[in-house]
């Protein structure tokens, strides 16, 4: 289960948080071959 990880140095709203997450998930899913239900993102 591939986990990505961002270290962010500003505040950004939830919304843009979560498109980013998906985004991020999506170009995962498609360059490595894997389920996108199985990507976890976290941010901090």
């Known amino acids: 289960m591939p986990y990505l990880q961002l270290d962010v140095?500003?505040?950004y709203s939830?919304?843009?948080k979560r498109l980013l997450a998906?985004?991020?998930s999506?170009?995962?899913a498609r360059m490595?071959?894997?389920d996108v239900r199985r990507?976890?993102?976290g941010e901090r």
């Open 26 to 28: 999506e170009t995962y």
């Open 39 to 41: 990507i976890s993102v």
């Open 32 to 34: 490595m071959s894997v």
């Open 22 to 24: 998906a985004k991020m």
């Open 14 to 16: 939830v919304e843009s």
């Open 9 to 11: 140095n500003d505040h």
